[in-house]
């Protein structure tokens, strides 16, 4: 590779990747760390113990997308939200119980908020939910397999 290439591979962002310097402790490599489902994998590359800075990036890379295979998360640099905080237990769906309907969210291509809400009044709690959640689940794919 040459060594443009090499430089440029350095300072691009690389996703759950970090850059440690820390002269203090003579601590210099990257540092993986990917979460998924409530569960954190992690681990630090030295550059000495790599063969380099190249090298050691070279390791983090390839060890990332070897956890993310192994755990099931899928392989992509595009942010993805896989826990939810709303007692639905859905990303991006929650009951609005003041306003009869669930609001659905999600965050477009653009990265941009995306927003709409389906009426528990004119479809029934039940048939709310679903509709709710394929809205959210059609939304977060178009997202993710959109090439720019």
Do not use: P
Request: with cysteine.
């Amino acid at each position: 590779m040459k060594e443009f290439e090499k430089q440029k591979m350095l300072l691009e962002k690389h996703k759950d990747i970090a850059r440690i310097d820390q002269e203090s402790k003579r601590t210099h490599g990257w540092y993986v760390r990917v979460r998924f489902i409530g569960k954190t994998h992690s681990k630090f590359f030295s550059d000495k113990k790599c063969g380099g800075r190249y090298s050691s990036l070279l390791s983090a890379i390839s060890w990332r997308d070897k956890i993310e295979k192994k755990i099931g998360k899928i392989r992509t640099n595009k942010h993805m939200v896989t826990v939810s905080n709303s007692s639905t237990g859905v990303v991006g769906v929650r009951l609005n119980e003041k306003l009869s309907r669930y609001e659905v969210s999600w965050v477009t291509h653009q990265g941009k908020q995306g927003k709409t809400s389906v009426s528990i009044k004119k479809h029934g709690k039940k048939s709310a939910f679903a509709k709710a959640c394929a809205i959210r689940q059609q939304k977060e794919q178009s997202r993710l397999e959109y090439s720019a």
